[in-house]
């Protein structure tokens, strides 16, 4: 090959290798740019509920009896007798005996007051026929002109011989109680917490016998903070007699829940010096549902229960869940759009699950109950249905929530 030409050649190439790759550059379309897309944050949604009824307060106390009495012994003497019902958990009946202790000596005292009683009368007809006698005397002696002297009737002697009377009757009447006495009773029909003593037992006075309550009625001491009375809208000292307010009480015994239907009757009217709350007591009547039409459960004392009790009229204000509320003040809206828009809300009452707002919110609204990191309007989301992600917020009026309860209770009794 003649040396030009390979010089030639390589170049040749070369020039057409750039020629073509010029072509397919020429032939190619330029891509379109295009703004990257955002990513939809997924969230859950729910619609918010309008208050149909009162605010209802809640808070917690023990069951406890309103009467309560320690047993205790006035006379002395042995325990020789002691009903069956007189042991921890048994109900005996108003007036009915639980002990008796030894009457013997109680009653020979009894029967010495009443022989120098009668004494003491004896000796009182005596010196009143003297009396009289003595002034049929004086009579036929002087007429009606005069009258005798209290010396003269013995008036001195019967006064002795009255107030003798007097005080052997109230020997009699001390010996008839001492006797009474010996028979432990109490006036209500109650239960038994403890027995103190047994039989054979030598018990003096002021001698505890037991413990016992009233189980006619019991009650319940609910602690309030001073915002929660301002919700409770308790009437004032002159309107005492309104106080009258239905209370809801549920609790679970013997491994089922049940509700009991209770009265706030008044407050202590004192503030607790360490805690700084007032207790407002509601009454149970029948606790253990001994009454023959009782339609309850029994609620033991010493239960732990909960109390919902009605307050001021919260009707037209927003409820939503506190997991809707975020950052103290804000909710999350879903708009048409599907973007986020950053409200901040007036908050009236919050409670540990719920929290009352009084916002122009309408019940169609979407409101993100999911924790958003950085939560800046208009980001776009991706908002999960709420009938998907959470049924609606139910507010029960005050008067279902004691039906609910019951229903509740119902259906785990029927439950295999």
């Known amino acids: 090959m003649p040396r030009s030409l390979r010089i030639l050649l390589p170049i040749a190439i070369l020039i057409a290798a750039v020629l073509l790759f010029g072509l397919m550059v020429s ?34 106390g023990t069951v406890q009896p309103k009467t309560r009495t320690t047993l205790v012994s006035e006379v002395a003497g042995p325990i020789v ?64 002109a005069r009258e005798p002297g209290d010396l003269v009737v013995r008036l001195p002697q019967l006064a002795r011989a009255e107030a003798a009377v007097q005080a ?71 309107e005492r007699d309104g106080l009258q307010r239905p209370v809801t009480l549920t609790a679970t015994v013997a491994g089922r829940p049940a509700s009991w ?11 607790d010096e360490n805690t700084r709350l007032t207790y407002v007591v509601a009454e149970i009547e029948d606790p253990y549902a001994l009454a023959p039409d009782s339609d309850h459960r029994s609620l033991p004392i010493g239960t732990y229960v909960e109390a919902a ?23 999350y809206l879903a708009d048409a759009d599907d973007r986020l828009q950053v409200l901040t809300v007036d908050i009236v009452r919050k409670t540990t699950d719920r929290v009352y707002i009084d916002n122009r919110i309408g019940a169609e609204d979407r409101i993100v109950t999911t924790a958003i990191p950085a939560p800046v309007p208009g980001l776009q989301l991706r908002v999960r ?13 005050a008067a279902e929530l004691t039906a609910a309860a019951d229903d509740e209770a119902d259906d785990d009794e029927d439950s295999p």
């Open 27 to 60: 032939k190619n379309e330029r891509p379109e740019r295009r703004a990257p897309d955002q990513a939809a944050m997924l969230v859950d949604a729910i619609h918010p509920a309008i208050s149909q009824d009162r605010f209802m307060i809640e808070a917690q």
């Open 81 to 144: 007798w002691m009903s069956d019902d007189f042991i921890a958990g048994g109900l005996f009946e108003a007036g009915q005996d639980l002990a008796r202790i030894d009457p013997s000596d109680y009653e020979a005292a009894l029967l010495a007051a009443e022989a120098e009683l009668a004494a003491a009368r004896a000796t009182l007809a005596d010196e009143q026929a003297r009396s009289d006698a003595a002034r049929e005397d004086f009579r036929r002696l002087y007429g009606d």
């Open 168 to 238: 052997r009757e109230a020997a009699v009447m001390r010996a008839r109680r001492d006797l009474e006495r010996t028979r432990i009773r109490l006036p209500y029909d109650g239960m038994v917490i403890r027995r103190d003593t047994d039989l054979g037992q030598y018990v003096t006075p002021g001698t505890t016998l037991g413990v016992a309550f009233a189980t006619d009625l019991a009650e319940v001491r609910l602690p309030m903070s001073d915002r929660e009375l301002s919700f409770l809208d308790l009437p004032t000292r002159a």
């Open 261 to 271: 239907s209770a009265t706030l009757v008044r407050t202590e009217g004192v503030v």
């Open 309 to 331: 009790i009605p307050g001021r009229d919260s009707t037209g204000l927003i409820v939503l869940p506190t997991e809707a509320v975020h950052g103290g003040n804000q909710v």
């Open 385 to 397: 249905e709420p009938e998907a992600a959470e049924p609606r917020l139910q507010i029960l009026p």
